[in-house]
């Protein structure tokens, strides 16, 4: 599981003095759910998810994964979990088997072990038909689909998706979609970023909704219309967006 308690970042800036990407972020997140960060682009969405994935240290507060501190036991969390984003990147020259035999080498994994997951893995991916692939002829569902078997391929308890389906048409991205509930659905802790509210609709258990890096709204999605008198998930999350920014601007919050 994943548990963060008041996680901050802060950053110096020359033109605007310090910068606050993360203000008191807290939230859990359990095995067997996709916990949705719903946020605009700018919302800490990806400076929370890269503290937990140990790229970046907080400026304060703390974050366990599966009874790990990302911080101080940085090794064993990455042990732990497995990580995709949109800009995750594909080496050109080599094949997708390369790909997702380096990344379980370096995992430790033993090679009868590696081998047999990996047949398991591009089966189950349809991976089979691009296994000689190199990355450079690989079309941008075809550099998914290795993205996503890299990143489960030592079977880690928790998954972090941060803006995945960024960029990609109709297809593909539905199909990623569809692995991420598979993984749901075997127990798997997972946090998935967006900014498309249809996505976190079909997919979450729970949302937290994010914006200048303070949470503003958290819970089943059904629970967060019934408490803010909104049906509409997207108009939620505008109403909320916007008070917020009024709030910021000392203005007066409509009635």
Request: charged share 25%; net charge negative.
């Amino acid at each position: 599981m994943i548990e963060a308690r008041n996680l901050s970042k802060a950053y110096a800036d020359l033109h605007r003095g310090q910068f606050v990407a993360l203000d008191g972020l807290s939230f859990t997140a359990k095995p067997g759910e996709v916990y949705g960060l719903l946020g605009p682009n700018g919302a800490g969405k990806t400076t929370a998810l890269r503290i937990l994935s140990t790229v970046l240290q907080p400026t304060g507060g703390t974050a366990i994964i599966n009874g790990f501190d990302v911080v101080t036991q940085p090794s064993q969390v990455r042990a732990h979990i497995g990580f995709m984003s949109a800009n995750t990147a594909v080496y050109d020259r080599m094949t997708a088997w390369e790909m997702v035999e380096y990344f379980g080498k370096l995992y430790g994994i033993d090679d009868e072990r590696l081998r047999d997951r990996m047949e398991h893995l591009f089966d189950r991916l349809q991976m089979q038909e691009i296994r000689d692939l190199l990355g450079a002829k690989m079309s941008t569902g075809m550099k998914q689909k290795v993205s996503i078997a890299r990143a489960i391929v030592h079977d880690p308890p928790v998954l972090i998706f941060d803006e995945a389906t960024n960029g990609l048409d109709v297809l593909v991205a539905r199909s990623l979609l569809e692995a991420v509930a598979e993984l749901r659905d075997q127990g798997k802790c997972i946090i998935f970023s967006t900014h498309i509210m249809r996505e976190a609709e079909r997919l979450c258990n729970r949302v937290a909704i994010v914006h200048h890096g303070r949470l503003l709204a958290e819970g089943p999605i059904d629970e967060l219309r019934e408490k803010h008198a909104q049906h509409d998930l997207e108009d939620l999350f505008f109403d909320l967006i916007r008070a917020n920014e009024r709030r910021l601007a000392g203005a007066p919050a409509a009635n």
